[in-house]
T-cell receptor, first 110, second 115 residues
Framework: QQQVKQSPQSLIVQKGGISIINCAYE??????FPWYQQFPGKGPALLIA?????SEKKEGRFTISFNKSAKQFSLHIMDSQPGDSATYFC?????????FGPGTRLSVLP | NAGVTQTPKFRILKIGQSMTLQCTQD?????MYWYRQDPGMGLKLIYY???????DKGEVPNGYNVSRSTTEDFPLRLELAAPSQTSVYFC??????????????FGPGTRLTVT
């Protein structure tokens, strides 16, 4: 119930392509779904987040799509750039309880 | 603001030794957390605190202890280090009182090796 599943484990995309990372959760008590970006040797940093009362949120090239009935959400990175190469974690939260997915290592080829 | 700072950046411990990982935040956040990150795994919550004097266990608390005597500091104590505690440790803070999202601000991490 507390688990957040994330796929794929790794992803290679050409520059300018679309990167898509998917997550799924079980616990319907979760009410906040952030995505974190982590560069090697650094701590995770919040990229974008969504609440379950909306189905999509867009910030620049980054979009979260949220499907409440399927208990799934995904991150889309449009026009992917080499600078986007990092590990991406989805998470689900209720209150101050955060559960993280295992991460997706994204490599964007120049 | 420095945000969340952690010391040390790296440490090698022998089995059975003890150490304290330091974490300080200067954002006056009421919530603080300790996570560990193992290769290919997500972040696992060790302990968290909702304010000075209040701490609670997370998913993987065994072998660790914490204290929160001030709003700013949240040290993590490892007693009798074991190889299974080899990991990267992240401290984070957040502020729920402002009523908006629950953004967690992470420190740069401490890479600990137990041999």
């Amino acid at each position: 119930q507390q688990q957040v599943k994330q796929s794929p484990q790794s992803l290679i995309v050409q520059k300018g392509g679309i990167s898509i990372i998917n997550c799924a959760y079980e616990n319907t008590a979760f009410d906040y779904f952030p995505w974190y970006q982590q560069f090697p040797g650094k701590g995770p940093a919040l990229l974008i987040a969504i609440r379950p009362d909306v189905s999509e949120k867009k910030e620049g090239r980054f979009t979260i799509s949220f499907n409440k009935s399927a208990k799934q959400f995904s991150l889309h990175i449009m026009d992917s750039q080499p600078g986007d190469s990092a590990t991406y974690f989805c998470a689900a939260s209720y209150g101050q309880n955060f559960v993280f997915g295992p991460g997706t290592r994204l490599s964007v080829l120049p | 603001n420095a945000g969340v700072t952690q010391t040390p950046k790296f440490r090698i411990l022998k089995i059975g030794q003890s150490m304290t990982l330091q974490c300080t935040q200067d954002m006056n956040h009421n919530y603080m957390y300790w996570y560990r990150q193992d290769p290919g795994m997500g972040l696992k919550l060790i302990y968290y605190s909702v304010g000075a004097g209040i701490t609670d266990k997370g998913e993987v608390p065994n072998g660790y202890n914490v204290s929160r005597s001030t709003t700013e500091d949240f040290p993590l104590r490892l007693e009798l280090a074991a190889p299974s505690q080899t990991s990267v440790y992240f401290c984070a803070s957040s502020d729920m009182l402002k009523g908006q999202g629950r953004e967690q601000y992470f420190g740069p991490g401490t890479r600990l090796t137990v041999t």
